[in-house]
């Protein structure tokens, strides 16, 4: 993984975002948001400026799609496909954004589903981390990933791996997520999948390497795990 660090963080310098925004209709995207910063918007800048994606599958969305289209606008090329069942305004106005598809991804047909993941080179997941029967984290580990045909490049959202979650997070919050159990399950042992980024990870074993990917532009951290997945073709 480390060496995969050290290959993305050569666009590092390019992302270079404002520290506040407008937390309702922000034009383009800024740290001090409620929802995606610190290693993980840094990584998915870099991830798309290194990999030049067609296409980007986002199931769940908001300021991260404000990363992605900055970082497609700099590739010069690339598209995105949104499944978000309860979409922000200002998603309508990202000019890269080629469709929304206001579902729930547990209410698409899988064939459907198939179609938008045979067109895109990344899938970008931030659901709703709640393993339970009929919960979209069943759909997209059990259903969708083991399916999906082309090779692609796939980000989780909210994942501490390989550590659990803090207990003032799960006694003080309520937050008590699952999606990362289930994920960690669906990668042991299984050889489709590669490990290529985690923003806690590099956090707390690498820091010196973490701190030269945000070149001082924001604390490191964060909740991002990104891996390579071979298709069911190959």
């Known amino acids: 993984m480390i060496h995969f660090l050290e290959e993305i963080q050569i666009y590092a310098d390019e992302f270079d975002p404002p520290e506040f ?9 800024f740290w001090k ?7 993980d918007a840094m990584a998915y800048y870099c991830i798309i400026r290194h990999f030049k994606p067609n ?5 769940g969305s908001g300021y991260s799609t404000l990363v992605a289209s900055k970082a497609l606008q700099k590739n010069g090329n690339g598209n995105l496909v949104l499944i978000e069942p309860y979409p922000k305004p200002f998603l309508h106005q990202i000019s890269e954004v080629k469709n929304i598809v206001t579902k729930f991804i547990q209410d698409i047909p ?5 179609g938008y993941t045979d067109n895109s080179d990344i899938v970008f997941i931030d659901s ?7 919960s979209d984290c069943l759909y997209i580990y059990l259903k969708m990933l083991p399916e999906i045909k082309k090779d692609v490049i796939v980000h989780t959202h909210d994942v501490k791996l390989p550590f659990p ?7 003080d919050k ?17 050889p489709k999948v590669e490990v ?3 923003s806690i990870y590099f956090y707390k074993f690498f820091p010196k390497e973490t701190k030269k990917l945000m070149r001082g532009k924001y604390p490191g951290g964060g909740a991002s795990i990104w891996y390579s997945l071979k298709g069911s073709l190959n």
């Open 174 to 190: 309520h937050i008590t997520w699952t999606e990362q159990y289930l994920l960690y399950a669906y990668m042991l042992d299984n």
């Open 55 to 59: 296409q980007i599958l986002e199931i």
């Open 128 to 134: 709703t981390h709640t393993v339970k029967n009929g």
């Open 33 to 39: 948001n409620p929802a995606f910063s610190y290693s």
């Open 21 to 29: 925004g407008d937390l309702d209709s922000p034009k383009s995207f």
């Open 110 to 114: 899988i064939s459907e589903l198939l």
């Open 196 to 198: 290529l980024f985690s």
């Open 165 to 171: 979650f803090d207990s003032d997070q799960i006694i």
